[in-house]
């Protein structure tokens, strides 16, 4: 395991399914597993899986000027936040650049829990907080247990009462197993799934028991990295693989915008006074490149970093790709030149694998384009 600062509980079950506990974001983190990464992938898309995602960083901010604290740092406007829901955001540096994304859940009036990646979040939030009447908690007892799958809602509502009733986006505190959660109707799938957020002391027996007792309806344990196979298909970024933190620009710093991310939805109607804002609606219109989708041949991805041709010439690269088995098809998520950014253009991938794979470009996301799996009710 890479020297990490931050440590799971379950860190002994992740090295029992073969885990050499790679680090993420500080914490060794289950990339790989033994067995089949696909047969996890199909476990999330047609019954569940279980997933340890706690190397997302957790950050309490309570006090009477939380609410500008989050307003200041991050793209959405948290007034019209309630308790017991939450948002997805954004967050920016001075130049308009996207740092980080976030998943807000106001839990009280003065009282909010962010969960960020391995961005600048908690340095962003710290930074706003200067001066001000609140206080910042890090958070590194609080362990995240992912529940994915349309079978994940059949499964809890065995044990927590009015699961079927809470929202996409919404939380509530209750129980699990006779232990407190915070169970939260969010996820990086693009399926209808539950985060479990529980005491590190906790999470082993709720793995335990998951593992335990959803056996027979085909739950079982998913590394973290079967979530780049599920989020490739359903348009859900990854900082840093998708940025140009990764693949730079040539003569400029590292920095994309929102516009060229297509996360410019993430900003409240009308909302001004964030961080980077005034840079971020002057960038409107001034995109290098577009996060697009490519549609591709055969059945092998090709990897990451692999470059996309237009003509012959490199105009792109190949950020993440999947096949699926369950859809067959081979799909990808790419940087591409603006005017590429359009759906049915024939291009070329050159992939150390495959050799040369023909593509056409396609908007995303290219599963549950209506988005009815994961906000489904009932």
Not at 209 to 221: H, K, L, Q, S, T
Not at 339 to 353: H, I, R
């Amino acid at each position: 395991m890479t020297a990490s600062w931050r440590f799971s509980t379950l860190a002994d079950r992740h090295r029992a399914l073969g885990s050499a506990l790679e680090d993420w974001s500080g914490m060794g983190t289950a990339w790989s597993y033994d067995g089949d990464p696909l047969a996890e992938y199909m476990a999330i898309r047609t019954k569940a899986g279980l997933m340890d995602v706690s190397g997302l960083k957790k950050v309490h901010i309570t006090g009477p000027a939380a609410s500008h604290v989050i307003d200041r740092a991050t793209t959405r406007n948290v007034e019209k936040l309630m308790p017991g829901r939450a948002v997805y955001a954004c967050m920016l540096n001075d130049a308009g650049k996207f740092v980080d994304d976030c998943v807000i859940y106001r839990t009280a009036p003065n009282a909010f829990m962010v969960v960020h990646g391995s961005g600048q979040g908690f340095e962003q939030l710290t930074m706003a907080a200067t001066g001000r009447d609140v206080s910042i908690r890090f958070d590194d007892n609080l362990h995240d247990l992912s529940l994915q799958g349309p079978l994940a809602v059949d499964f809890l509502e065995k044990y927590v009462p009015g699961i079927r009733s809470l929202n996409y986006f919404s939380h509530m505190p209750t129980s699990l197993f006779g232990v407190p959660a915070l169970i939260a109707r969010t996820g990086y799938t693009g399926e209808r799934g539950y985060e479990l957020f529980v005491r590190g002391q906790d999470a082993p027996m709720i793995w335990d028991r998951i593992v335990e007792e959803g056996a027979a309806m085909g739950i079982i344990p998913c590394r973290f990295t079967t979530l780049d196979l599920l989020r490739t298909e359903s348009y859900l970024l990854f900082f840093p693989y998708d940025n140009s933190e990764m693949y730079p620009f040539e003569n400029e710093p590292c920095g994309d915008t929102l516009w060229e991310l297509g996360l410019d939805f993430t900003v409240s109607p009308g909302k001004t006074g964030f961080r980077g804002a005034e840079e971020h609606y002057r960038l409107k219109g001034k995109e290098r490149f577009k996060i697009w989708g490519l549609k591709l041949e055969g059945k092998v991805p090709p990897e990451n970093g692999a470059p996309v041709l237009k003509d012959g010439v490199t105009v792109g690269v190949v950020t993440q790709a999947m096949y699926s088995p369950l859809n067959d098809w081979t799909v990808a998520i790419a940087r591409l030149p603006v005017d590429c950014a359009v759906e049915g253009m024939p291009l070329t991938v050159e992939s150390t694998e495959a050799g040369t794979i023909g593509a056409v470009t396609s908007p995303m996301p290219f599963f549950d384009i209506e988005k009815t799996r994961r906000t489904a009710k009932g």
